[in-house]
């Protein structure tokens, strides 16, 4: 069972500033089956990457995934107003499926 | 456009049941898989269990699985989780979520159905 670990945990940075986040899965992660969600207060998940570095639709591409094996990194390179919110990463390589902790981008 | 419908907030008692479901729209709902995802009050997310409603074969979380039930009706379109005896400790939102592929993303998510079980 594949364990993910989501650092920092909390992130507090200004608009346009650059955001680093960091998932660090305990075995490697099956085809680079590693995604990116967001989550805002009161809302549902978003899909932000999948595939380590694949942008969703409609994503913008201030948005960033990158990483392979065990270490995956989302870049967010000028932090917008709406881009506070929580950040988990999900690995939908092997079973079972598992999402990191999350990342409080505040 | 890929849409899913979720049934609206629950409370319950401790050790009753419960079915909560979730419909989709806007595609055929036997060619997506469809996975259960919990949130518990402040917490993050986890992985319940999935299905492929075409066949009905279902995967489970080690920590879900003989406690939670995955079903779907393909006549309504419609995927369920089900509790036979609920604890205070299932008190939580749940999302379900809808993808191509049982190795894909989550690209589609209903609106959680919030489930509280207190005495």
């Known amino acids: 069972e594949i364990v993910l670990t989501q650092s920092p945990g909390t992130l507090s940075l200004s608009p346009g500033e650059r955001a680093t986040l960091s998932c660090r899965a305990s075995?490697?992660?099956?085809?680079?089956?590693l995604a990116w969600y967001q989550q805002k207060p009161g809302q549902a998940p978003r899909l932000l990457i999948s595939?380590?570095?694949g942008r969703a639709t409609g994503i913008p591409d201030r948005f960033s995934g990158s990483g392979s094996g065990t270490d995956f990194t989302l870049t967010i390179s000028r932090l917008e107003p709406e881009d506070f919110a929580v950040y988990y990463c999900q690995q939908y390589g092997s079973s079972p499926r598992a999402f990191g902790q999350g990342t409080k981008v505040e | 456009e890929v849409q899913l419908v979720q049934s609206g907030a629950e409370v319950k008692k401790p050790g009753e049941s419960l079915r909560i479901s979730c419909k989709g729209s806007g595609y055929t709902f036997t060619t997506y898989w469809i996975t259960w995802v919990r949130q518990m009050p402040g917490k993050g997310l986890e992985w319940m269990g999935t299905?492929?409603?075409?066949?009905?074969?279902?995967k489970y979380s080690p920590s879900f699985q003989g406690h939670v039930t995955i079903s779907a009706d393909n006549s309504i379109a419609t995927a369920y989780l089900q509790w036979s005896s609920l604890k205070a400790s299932d008190t939580a939102i749940y999302y379900c979520?809808?993808?191509?592929?049982?190795?894909?993303?989550?690209?589609?998510w209903g609106q959680g159905s919030l489930v509280t079980v207190s005495s």
């Open positions: 979520a809808t993808h191509y592929y049982d190795t894909s993303a989550y690209r589609n």
């Open positions: 075995q490697s992660v099956t085809n680079n089956y």
């Open positions: 299905i492929d409603p075409s066949d009905s074969y279902t």
């Open positions: 595939g380590a570095s």
